[in-house]
């Protein structure tokens, strides 16, 4: 199988199955015991939680170990929205992933005010629009650093001189940016982030969020105060150890990749304008993660093009993997000023670690032909 879905999401790293293994056979103690079983799992913890702060350039303290993206994007929205003591207004963008915008309609359902900030034609977020909605009580602002559907890299150093000055603490979505770009929590002047593993060659149902030790949070999840009271449950330490060590080993050849890959999808992105009439490119042509390929085929069905290039073998997605059983068009899609025809065209294609330029290969060889007999041509 032409595996171009890494987006939904990626094969554990190798380094990271061997990493987890001794936590899963040995080291199986809960770490909060006191006892040596308990001691050799705290440590386990302690080493990844450094190891993940390292990455960000912060404090091991300042790192919630979480079941995934969605819970970290959960808990950084409510959780510094309801804890800071200056008001109930918050702030997002229009292409937030639905973990962050639903949690913030959420919040508006129980009584707080919500604006969303829109975004132009690429999806990059309106800065100008930004500063006028952002007002003395406001609690948080979220704008995620990479779109899942489109791949558009936002500008998080000009979103952070808004809220700065104004003490709004800032979140980011970093679920699909943490393979592909920098991390340096202070050089993105952010004050919480949020990561998955999976995304990034860990396992499924790991990640963080990490939160500035000014910003006060309030726990979802309640009980025996692990976590530094910001999120109670045992900690499953080799999950933890795992995420660890896949973001090291992402980060550590980041550079590189990010090279290779961006070849890889600028010969996709020409092949496929060249080749396919009517195909168009979603999100901004250059401002986008490496190996991210979105595109609209005009009158052509997505899910029917999914099915033609899966007969072939090539597994790729429409739109995004999350919402990916829902018949509304993309909202990601829609405000970047698509109409909803076009936008339920749309495929994606995300390339990872273990893809090549055979992959690529592969998809300009049967696309023009699948889109054809999906569009009944
Ligand atoms: N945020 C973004 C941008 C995502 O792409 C995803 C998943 O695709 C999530 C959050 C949720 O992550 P998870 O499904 O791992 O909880």
């Given at each position: 199988m032409t595996y171009l879905d890494h987006a939904a999401t990626s094969p554990p790293r190798r380094e990271v199955l061997e990493a987890v293994w001794p936590y899963l056979t040995q080291v199986t103690g809960n770490p909060s015991s006191a006892h040596e079983a308990g001691r050799a799992a705290k440590a386990g913890l302690d080493a990844a939680r450094q190891a993940i702060a390292d990455v960000l350039g912060a404090r091991p303290g300042e790192v919630v170990l979480t079941a995934g993206?969605?819970?970290?994007?959960?808990?950084?929205?409510?959780?510094?929205?309801?804890?800071?003591?200056?008001?109930?207004?918050?702030?997002?963008?229009a292409i937030e992933h639905p973990a962050v915008l639903e949690t913030a309609r959420a919040l508006r359902r129980s009584g707080f005010a919500l604006d969303v900030v829109g975004v132009d034609a690429d999806g990059v977020v309106d800065v100008e629009q930004l500063r006028a909605l952002v007002r003395p009580d406001t609690?948080?602002?979220?704008?995620?650093y990479a779109n899942n559907e489109i791949g558009t890299v936002q500008p998080l150093a000009e979103v952070s001189a808004v809220c700065r000055p104004l003490g709004v603490p800032l979140h980011t979505d970093a679920v699909q940016a943490a393979a592909h770009l920098p991390l340096d929590v202070d050089a993105l002047g952010v004050d919480a982030l949020s990561a998955s593993a999976?995304?990034?060659?860990?396992?499924?149902g790991?990640?963080?969020?990490?939160?500035?030790s000014s910003v006060p949070l309030e726990p979802l999840l309640h009980g025996g105060g692990q976590e530094r009271g910001r999120r109670s449950g045992t900690t499953d330490v080799a999950s933890a150890v795992g995420?660890?060590?896949?973001?090291?080993?992402?980060?550590a050849v980041r550079a590189a990749e990010a090279e290779r890959l961006t070849a890889l999808r600028e010969r996709l992105v020409e092949g496929v304008l060249a080749s396919v009439p009517g195909a168009r490119l979603t999100g901004s042509r250059t401002r986008r993660l490496p190996g991210h390929a979105s595109f609209c085929f005009a009158g052509v069905g997505g899910e029917a093009v999914l099915a033609e290039l899966e007969g072939h073998g090539i597994a790729c997605s429409s739109g995004s993997a999350c919402s990916?059983?829902?018949?509304?068009?993309?909202?990601?899609?829609?405000?970047?000023?698509?109409?909803?025809?076009?936008?339920?065209t749309a495929v994606r294609f995300t390339l990872g670690p273990t893809s090549t330029a055979e992959d690529v290969e592969a998809v300009l060889r049967v696309l023009p032909?699948?889109?054809r007999t999906a569009g009944g041509r």
């Open positions: 993206g969605t819970e970290a994007d959960n808990l950084a929205v409510t959780g510094i929205a309801t804890a800071a003591p200056r008001g109930r207004h918050v702030v997002v963008s609690t948080l602002v979220s704008v995620m999976h995304k990034f060659g860990g396992l499924r790991a990640g963080f969020l990490w939160v500035r995420t660890a060590v896949a973001l090291h080993g992402a980060q990916a059983d829902s018949e509304d068009a993309s909202h990601v899609l829609l405000a970047t000023g698509l109409d909803a025809d076009l936008a339920r032909a699948a889109v």
